[in-house]
């Protein structure tokens, strides 16, 4: 439990967070996502008497919130426009269109999956502190890109959020079944999760940070067991080292696209997600294409749909891809015959 403390307080560190914060690890962002919004809910229905109906999420926000709010019965209003940032005139419209008394929440994403877009977390975490509504932050993937100094300005905000959900298997090196969420004010996730029970009295007396209390779970595993043990062996300058070389990356990749006449960016990078076209081709190509380099083993270069039309997306978490690797990735795209 000390190592898995440790391995809390470090992540809510790279947050900037209070130091009162804390969280637990669990199976992955969609648990992490729910157990936040649970707390979220909790809180809601202790001050009005009733439990709210509506969580309030950006276009981005992963698929997990949609389960969230199926598994709690609520329902997703869906503020801004897919496949860009959310900003706060757009998340104030829907919030105007609500009852305040029935929000559960407001979902922001740091590194939105499809294409790594970052929400305006600064501005909307004050529309949600004058509103008196929870700012959960979904950093599954980007929150990561917070140790890279380059990268950090764009978070500027997440410390304000109530919780935070950072996956350590997607994009901090640890094996899957490694998700931490946390909150800025603990004792209000407590206040959710804690299960009472005569035969758990003992230990909820004795245990004042129980990972037990933090999420939708009792008994579990050291989840935090494998972040903590390689935090210890490479130390933490090998995972600025390593994020920033999946930036690096990112980078490159951009501007080898933007060199080729038949391969085309579909917007600056954001984080490590890159998106491109390969002009002439049909969706047929881009499945083609993927499968065949991920069959033989030479990369997991998924398409997906941006902005209405199929592009391929790169996104980069390892920090073993090398410069060599894009390049032949991308010689194979361009030699294709479409
Ligand atoms: C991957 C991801 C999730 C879900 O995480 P799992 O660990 O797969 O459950 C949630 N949110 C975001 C932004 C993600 O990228």
């Not at 309030?56 to 199926?70: C, D, K, N, Q």
């Not at 877009?117 to 599954?140: M, S």
């Not at 950090?152 to 998700?179: M, N, Q």
Request: contains cysteine; hydrophobic residues 50%; proline residues 5%.
């Amino acid at each position: 439990m000390a190592a898995e403390r440790a391995a809390i307080g470090w992540l809510c560190g790279v947050l900037g967070y209070p130091a009162q914060a804390h969280g637990a690890f669990v199976s992955g962002g969609s648990l992490a996502n729910l157990s936040a919004l649970v707390a979220a809910r909790h809180g809601r229905t202790a001050a009005t008497g009733r439990p709210p109906g509506i969580i309030v999420a950006g276009a981005s926000a992963h698929s997990s919130v949609w389960s969230a709010a199926a598994i709690m019965g609520c329902t997703v209003a869906v503020a801004g426009v897919p496949d860009s940032a959310l900003h706060a005139v757009d998340l104030a419209a829907v919030l105007d269109s609500v009852d305040p008394a029935d929000v559960v929440a407001v979902v922001a994403s740091a590194g939105a999956t499809n294409t790594g877009a970052v929400d305006a977390l600064a501005e909307i975490a004050t529309v949600c502190a004058e509103r008196g509504h929870w700012l959960h932050v979904d950093a599954a993937y980007g929150g990561a890109a917070m140790l890279a100094p380059a990268a950090r300005d764009a978070f500027a905000g997440i410390e304000r959020a109530d919780s935070v959900t950072v996956d350590p298997h997607k994009w901090l090196f640890t094996p899957y079944d490694c998700a931490a969420v946390l909150y800025r004010e603990p004792s209000r996730a407590r206040a959710a999760h804690r299960q009472q029970a005569h035969y758990l009295d003992a230990v909820n007396g004795e245990e004042a940070d129980n990972p037990s209390d933090y999420a939708v779970h009792l008994t579990r595993r050291a989840r935090g067991l494998p972040l903590w043990a390689s935090l210890l062996a490479n130390g933490t300058d090998a995972y600025v080292d390593a994020v920033e070389r999946c930036l690096a990356m990112a980078d490159h990749a951009a501007k080898q696209i933007e060199a080729s006449a038949v391969l085309e960016l579909a917007g600056e990078p954001q984080l490590s997600v890159v998106l491109f076209r390969r002009i002439g081709w049909e969706p047929a190509d881009y499945a083609r294409w993927s499968h065949h380099v991920r069959v033989t083993g030479f990369g997991l270069v998924t398409p997906t749909i941006f902005a209405g039309s199929t592009v391929l997306r790169f996104c980069f978490v390892n920090p073993r891809t090398s410069e060599t690797d894009v390049d032949l990735l991308l010689e194979s795209l361009i030699a294709d015959p479409p």
